[in-house]
């Protein structure tokens, strides 16, 4: 929710015990508070006015990405941002406000960034333009500056709008030259976990994740740590390379599929990252993990059990094997969806079970739009007038075709798909195009499940491709009305 409150009323509400009702919220951060109170009162010594303390916006937090700031003016302009310390370094203060200004500064507006310290009672200033955090000596000329910035606001909601996740969120992949260019930040259990892998003498290190949760972005960034020290390492990944692959080869990373992993495998090397890691047969696995005993060479594993494309894949159960390393291997589970949002996330696991009936109060036509046909080539021609009309934002997804037998499923794949289930691991898009056919159906207990034959999993390759979205998803259903009347009876709880 967001909280825009009048600073000095919050304070009031603060010291008379009511701030969890005048906030609604029951998760109150009372030190936090007890800092604020000190910076109120401090103005208030100084400036008589009411008016400076209007229009702020309290504990604001970017949707999806949980970015929090404490204190946000936003303008049609500029935003100014006031972080509250009750005590730190200037080394912490500095760090925050550098990763504070990397965020404020993706909305195009002009940005000032402060942190107040209760228990030095000052005020510090960070500047991007020479990354550089200077103590501000005089508090009156800081309460001047602010008093000067009185303006109107932007309306409530407008807020959302202009910190839009999409801006964030990086993609090893799909924005590999943000990922080269540093302009990107780790989450809170990235970093932790991050420094967890680096203080560990374990020779085996995994991460474990569902689609989603940032856990390729972990492993590249660990690996460009290697990189940065000039330390020789391999990544395999367990699908076909992708455009962000070659991108990251020509900036000289070492990057093979796993189907030439042998050939790479050197005792130059001092790190091997394996990304998607639950697709590796039990004889890769089993070489990989002898190879980096006998030669002392540490593995990071990335991983998701959900994520796979044929039974084979499911039925090795290579997570479990990682897991059986034991005192071998050290494992964080990343938990917390950071790139697709919570309605995609959610209707995507109630339309794989129709008895996922739970409430909720997020609305899903934000995000979702289901598009029913009773023919494939109508469906077609929507998909045509869609990409027109998208400016290069949508894009089609389809299912992996069999080139050996013909399925029934392939004949409802769209010419206008970019990408196919397997091309897609570990990418990312915007805005998601699916098409789903009459083959697909709920069993008795709810789930749903493929009708026709296959040579790799339907209902898999549909996870795998739903969950590739971060900001929209348009599902189209074609000649299945049972689908298409789930569907429609999510999108409306």
């Known amino acids: 929710m967001i909280k825009r409150v009048n600073l000095l009323t919050l304070n009031l509400m603060f010291k008379e015990n009511l701030v969890e009702d005048y906030l609604n919220d029951r998760k109150i951060n009372y030190r936090e508070l007890e800092t604020l109170s000190s910076f109120v009162e401090e103005i208030r010594k100084k400036y008589s006015k009411i008016n400076i303390f209007n229009g702020y916006i309290y504990d604001y937090s970017i949707p999806q990405i949980s970015k929090q700031f404490d204190i946000l003016k936003v303008a049609s302009d500029y935003i100014i941002n006031i972080e509250l310390k009750e005590t730190s370094t200037e080394e912490k203060i500095k760090k925050q406000l550098k990763e504070n200004s990397y965020y404020l500064n993706s909305t195009g507006r002009k940005i000032w960034t402060f942190t107040y310290v209760k228990s030095s009672n000052s005020i510090y200033e960070y500047t991007t333009e020479h990354d550089r955090l200077d103590l501000i000596a005089d508090f009156d000329s800081f309460i001047e500056w602010l008093e000067e910035k009185q303006m109107s606001y932007l309306e409530e909601e407008d807020i959302n709008e202009i910190f839009k996740p999409k801006q964030y969120l990086v993609s090893v992949f799909n924005d590999t030259e943000k990922f080269i260019r540093n302009k990107y930040f780790l989450n809170d259990l990235q970093q932790r976990f991050k420094k967890e892998f680096e203080k560990s003498d374990k020779l085996f290190n995994a991460i474990k994740g569902e689609a989603g949760t940032g856990k390729t972005l972990l492993l590249y960034d660990i690996a460009k740590d290697y990189k940065n020290k000039r330390e020789s390492i391999l990544i395999i990944h367990c699908a076909k390379l992708n455009i962000g692959h070659y991108k990251l080869k020509d900036y000289g990373w070492n990057i093979t599929p796993i189907k030439n992993y042998q050939e790479y495998l050197t005792t130059e090397v001092n790190a091997i990252f394996i990304d998607e890691a639950q697709r590796l047969t039990e004889y890769q696995l089993q070489y990989i993990i002898k190879y980096a005993r006998e030669n002392k060479i540490k593995v990071y594993f990335s991983y998701d059990p959900e994520q796979y494309l044929h039974l084979d894949e499911k039925t090795s159960d290579i997570a479990n094997k990682i897991l059986g390393l034991n005192s071998e291997v050290i494992n964080r589970v990343l938990t917390g969806k950071i790139r697709n949002n919570k309605e995609i996330n959610l209707f995507i696991k109630k339309i794989f079970d129709s008895q996922h009936n739970h409430a909720s109060n997020l609305h899903f036509r934000d995000f979702i739009e289901v598009i029913s046909f009773d023919d494939i080539r109508t469906s077609n021609h929507y ?59 709920y069993d008795a207990s709810g789930k749903l499940y493929a009708t026709c034959s296959s040579y790799y999993d339907v209902v898999r390759m549909f996870y795998q491709l739903a969950t590739r979205t971060k900001e929209k998803l348009t599902l189209i259903i074609i000649n299945n009305k049972d689908l298409a009347r789930r569907a429609v009876k999510v999108l409306n709880q």
């Open 383 to 441: 998909i045509e007038e869609l990409i027109d009309s998208s400016k290069g934002e949508a894009t089609v997804l389809s299912f992996t075709d069999d080139l050996i037998t013909p399925r029934k499923y392939q004949r409802y794949n769209n010419v206008q798909s970019v990408l196919n289930a397997h091309e897609v691991i570990g990418q990312e898009f915007n805005h998601v195009v699916l098409t789903l056919g009459d083959y697909v159906q």
